[in-house]
């Protein structure tokens, strides 16, 4: 496969909606290393509609199907997180790469079976969390590796996400908003949050947390009907990182309006700060455009550090804001795959996350603090 294109399958490919056709096919379709080969959905009607629409050969209702046709090298899971499981094993059962969407699993115990199941398999595998790939975040990442900020003594985390209280939510969406399917703020919007300001300054190692649930009536947009939410919508993290730095973090779904990310960085020689910057601000950090803010100069004000050219590594028909982060993801996992580098996070990586959401979860249950388990 060095010399070929990687050919992908990609399960959840609905053509009307979702983040498959919003994000991963545009992404794959606008990179010369792939090819996609194979759509699936879970109606004829809708997988052959979306073979059409996106001009792909081979249309599936089955997984199993999808992941055996020889002409996939390389599957991703772009589905609701609960049929993450069975569509992993299904994609192990034919040998070939894997890419699932974040969060890995519905629970820590499934994260657990799946990371153990890819190791036996063999093959490639990568999580979602592309809020690592986006630009700012790679940049200020260096620049705190490089000393930018001298040590790193505090973090502060805000990001605001645009619902707000009784707003409208689409019915593919309302799944979210029921705590036993982990796709809630918790997960998606505090998970993206918490990978991305631990990749740029390091891990967690001791938290304390609060949770609450402080809208819980939606209106269903297609039908006017009101549905309960029974997942938190603010988190309110406080922590400790390896190097000792202290760290706040508040993610919350109440933005009416003007939702943004900030992730700021204070050192000893230094501060820098990750802010949304246009498009999607409201998305999280792991869709939203990022810009890098930045200051050595006691007392003055934060200037922008414009993020050099070498950063943004796709041609320029893959760069839309919900585009060009996972276009980085699969540019890198497509170099890992011929080359057997290991640049992109794996399931490993969506296991440690895991196990950082359900320290959050205790603490907020029990009212204590909670070490972090990194193995």
């Not at 399960?11 to 983040?19: L, M, T």
């Not at 991963?24 to 059409?52: F, K, N, Q, W």
């Not at 900020?149 to 939510?169: E, F, H, L």
């Not at 990750?274 to 792991?286: H, L, N, Y």
């Amino acid at each position: 496969m060095i010399d070929e294109k990687i050919r992908v399958g990609v399960i959840g490919a609905n053509p009307d909606r979702g983040w498959a056709a919003r994000a991963h096919i545009p992404a794959l379709r606008a990179l010369p290393g792939y090819d996609v080969t194979a759509v699936g959905t879970s109606r004829r009607e809708s997988a052959d509609e979306a073979a059409r629409r996106f001009g792909v050969p081979h249309a599936f209702t089955d997984a199993h199907e999808l992941a055996a046709h020889p002409d996939v090298d390389l599957v991703a899971i772009t589905v609701k997180v609960p049929a993450h499981r069975e569509l992993v094993r299904a994609v192990l059962d034919a040998g070939k790469h894997v890419y699932c969407e974040w969060p890995l699993a519905r629970t820590t115990h499934e994260a657990e079976e799946l990371t153990k199941l890819v190791e036996d398999a063999g093959v490639r595998h990568a999580i979602g969390l592309q809020a690592r790939f986006s630009p700012a975040v790679q940049y200020a990442r260096d620049l705190v590796a490089d000393g930018y900020v001298g040590q790193v003594s505090s973090v502060n985390v805000y990001s605001a996400r645009g619902k707000g209280a009784g707003a409208r939510i689409p019915s593919w969406a309302a799944y979210t908003l029921d705590q036993a399917n982990a796709a809630g703020t918790l997960e998606v919007g505090a998970g993206h949050t918490l990978d991305a300001m631990a990749y740029i300054t390091g891990a967690v190692t001791e938290l304390s947390a609060e949770l609450a649930l402080l809208h819980s009536d939606y209106t269903v947009e297609e039908t006017a009907e009101t549905i309960k939410a029974t997942s938190p919508d603010q988190i309110l993290v406080n922590a400790v990182l390896t190097n000792g730095a202290m760290a706040s973090v508040h993610v919350h779904d109440a933005k009416g309006a003007g939702g943004c990310t900030r992730i700021e960085i204070a050192g000893t020689d230094g501060d820098l700060a990750i802010t949304s910057s246009g498009p999607a601000a409201a998305q999280g950090v792991q869709i939203g455009a990022l810009a890098v803010h930045g200051s050595q100069e006691p007392g003055s004000q934060l200037t922008e550090l414009p993020v050099p050219a070498r950063y943004l590594r796709v041609p320029e028909h893959a760069r839309d804001v919900e585009v060009v982060n996972v276009a980085q993801l699969y540019a890198r996992l497509a170099d890992d795959i011929r080359t057997g580098g290991r640049s992109t996070p794996g399931f490993h990586e969506g296991l440690r996350l895991h196990r950082l959401l359900d320290a959050v979860r205790l603490s907020a249950e029990n009212g204590r603090r909670q070490t972090v388990a990194h193995g």
